[in-house]
């Protein structure tokens, strides 16, 4: 199946610092991204879409200006996350979505997440 | 909007031991996508499955196996003879046109 990578794995930042999470496909081109975010013990929650060439749509609730999101290419899409706080610690997941033109093969792939510290 | 309701938060099981993840949703669209994800905990997403709603053909793969029916809007994921491997949090997830929900996600346990 396809394979999305995430760089970093892990970060330990020190709080007002920004901290940048990569997301790539590395065998298809995704015009779609998401970012997900989870708390320990609990669910995926969707943070935002993102659009290869267009802005992100963001979840009610989520701060766009903390959570810089960029799709500057078909395979590639970024989360910034600004002035980082302990709050904002969690397990950062992104997917994207491999559409090859028919909806039966519409579906997404996950990367294996980075783990956010703030201290 | 669409929502997944996974009601089992733990299930704690006896190796050789079968066990069925419940999983509900809701959604007013007539094309949709059922999934089940697998998370160890190493915290990546394992894929187990996808399900179009125009395709209510239960399937079996291996000890896995799933229920689907559209008329009580339920997509059951059953493990015939549990191992200590398959314990994980397991999720439900359902996408409509561009994004994807997921439930709360059922832990399991299963002890040799």
């Known amino acids: 199946g396809a394979v999305v990578s995430q760089h970093p794995s892990r970060v330990i930042c020190k709080s007002g610092t920004s901290v940048k999470i990569e997301c790539r496909s590395l065998d298809f081109q995704a015009t779609t991204m998401f970012w997900y975010r989870q708390f320990p013990k609990q669910s995926l929650m969707l943070m935002a879409t993102?659009?290869?060439?267009?802005?992100?749509?963001?979840e009610q609730g989520v701060e766009k200006d903390k959570f810089l999101i960029n799709h500057a290419s078909l395979t590639l899409s970024t989360l910034t996350v600004t002035s980082a706080h302990p709050e904002d610690s969690s397990f950062y997941i992104c997917?994207?979505?491999?559409?090859?033109?028919?909806?039966?093969?519409?579906?997404?792939?996950f990367g294996p997440g980075t783990r956010l510290t703030v201290l | 909007a669409q929502k997944v309701t996974q009601a089992q938060t733990e299930i704690s099981v006896v190796e050789k031991e079968d066990v069925t993840l419940d999983c509900v949703y809701e959604?007013?669209?007539?094309?949709?996508?059922l999934f089940w994800y697998k998370q160890p905990p190493s915290g990546e997403l394992v894929f187990l499955i996808r399900?179009?709603?125009?395709?209510?053909q239960n399937e079996i793969s291996g000890r896995y196996s799933w229920n689907f029916q559209k008329s009580t809007s339920s997509f059951n994921f059953t493990i015939t003879a549990s191992q200590v491997v398959d314990s994980a949090v397991y999720f439900c997830?359902?996408?409509?046109?561009?994004?994807?929900?997921f439930g709360a996600g059922t832990r399991l346990t299963v002890k040799p």
């Open positions: 993102s659009n290869e060439g267009s802005k992100a749509t963001y």
């Open positions: 959604t007013r669209d007539t094309t949709y996508y």
């Open positions: 997830a359902l996408s409509e046109v561009n994004d994807m929900r």
């Open positions: 997917s994207a979505r491999d559409f090859t033109g028919t909806a039966l093969t519409d579906t997404q792939y």
């Open positions: 399900r179009n709603s125009f395709d209510e």
